[in-house]
């Protein structure tokens, strides 16, 4: 199966880290290089130097500190890494210099009431294994640097100095394969900031699951198995899940490692995440004659049969969340029933006059609940179709 790659170059340049612009009301902010990456071997894909970008806090929330892991898919063989390598999320060379901050990043108190004024990093992504694999491919033709941990560590010690390591309050957050990254960082986080620092993690749509497809085959587990053995991910699992499961790479999935997460955890996302609708449910190889083309567009073009597996995809989801609502009293969850992928980067489903609902609290009033401890932060959608706050636009 080839990797998920996406496409998309743009000039480099190197700023510093407080520089920002603004087009209109978009805050824009300036790329920083990690100069000591490569003493660190923390390289990207093709041995560039890891970037990231930061918009200083002010006010009372100076000592407060939000990461955002940049998400892009992964690539699981030597030919997709390769072309991967040619972008912006396998090289700092093809990175946009400058990068919008909406949504849980922006500095807007009116639209974004809880985390605006905080300190806000964008983890730029160019590993392609949701920032944990840690070896490097050398054939004597072509070579590929799989640092995502060592990439990890290295922006974090460099934000250490820049007022991360005096931290009160930090928030790990991180859209698809980087909502996937806070899973196998949460822990480790809390160890690099004080001990009296309040410290919790989000994940937006990066609970992956390991479900069949539509022909009862596990696309995403095996995808996800090449991905671990080629990136040297294993060892940078939860060592309390690999040793727990015959199979430890299926600790790449968030399901099979979520109980061992001891820092308080919440997880967005829709439960029927388009991402996972198109490559893990009906991925191309099960639907060879694109049956399921119009259905993937449009979730009202489903037959009711196609319907009914999109329900039963909800329903195993809930399932595997179950546990994780029951037990986890410092936990949070947002499961609506849009058809989306990633909702909090953006403003229009972060915080807005029409943003997506449930119990009629938007996705930011429940972080924000559920962070500062102000109200009930467990919220499960009904199902499709009932929502009609939904925009179920299928990016």
């Not at 996406?6 to 340049?13: G, I, K």
């Amino acid at each position: 199966m080839n990797g998920i790659v996406v496409l998309a170059l743009a000039a480099f340049v190197t700023f510093a880290p407080w520089r920002v612009r603004s087009e209109g009301q978009r805050l824009q902010v300036g790329m920083t290089l990690v100069r000591n990456a490569r003493s660190l071997g923390a390289l990207c894909l093709d041995g560039s130097l890891p970037a990231y970008h930061l918009h200083k806090g002010f006010g009372a929330g100076a000592n407060n500190w939000l990461l955002q892991f940049e998400g892009g898919g992964w690539c699981n063989d030597i030919q997709s890494c390769l072309e991967r390598a040619k972008t912006r999320h396998g090289s700092s060379r093809y990175m946009n210099r400058w990068e919008v901050f909406s949504g849980i990043l922006s500095n807007n108190a009116s639209l974004n009431p809880d985390f605006y004024n905080w300190n806000r990093v964008k983890l730029r992504y160019c590993d392609g294994a949701s920032f944990v694999g840690n070896t490097i491919f050398n054939n004597g033709t072509s070579l590929l640097y799989f640092k995502g941990q060592k990439i990890w560590e290295a922006i974090i010690h460099d934000l250490l100095p820049k007022g991360l390591g005096k931290a009160r309050k930090a928030l790990l957050s991180g859209c698809s394969a980087g909502g996937l990254a806070t899973f196998h960082h949460c822990d480790n986080f809390t160890k690099y900031l004080p001990n009296n620092a309040s410290v919790k993690c989000l994940s937006d749509a990066g609970f992956f699951l390991d479900a069949r497809d539509i022909t009862l085959n596990h696309t995403m587990r095996f995808f996800f198995k090449s991905l671990v053995s080629l990136q040297g991910v294993e060892q940078n699992l939860n060592r309390n899940c690999t040793s727990s499961l015959f199979f430890p790479d299926l600790c790449f999935f968030p399901q099979y490692t979520l109980k061992y997460i001891s820092t308080p955890y919440f997880i967005l996302n829709s439960a029927y995440d388009v991402f996972q609708f198109h490559h893990s449910l009906v991925p191309p190889s099960a639907d060879p004659r694109g049956h399921w083309n119009h259905c993937k567009l449009n979730p009202k073009a489903c037959n009711p049969s196609q319907l009914n597996k999109l329900q039963g995809f909800r329903h195993y989801m809930l399932a595997t969340l179950r546990p994780f609502y029951i037990y986890s009293g410092r936990g949070g969850m947002y499961i609506n029933s849009c058809f989306a992928h990633c909702q909090s980067e953006s403003q229009d489903t972060w915080f807005g006059a029409d943003s997506p609902r449930i119990n009629s609290k938007t996705i930011a009033e429940a972080v924000g609940d559920w962070y500062f401890s102000r109200n009930r932060s467990k919220e499960i959608d009904c199902a499709y179709p009932c929502d009609r706050t939904c925009k179920n636009l299928i990016p």
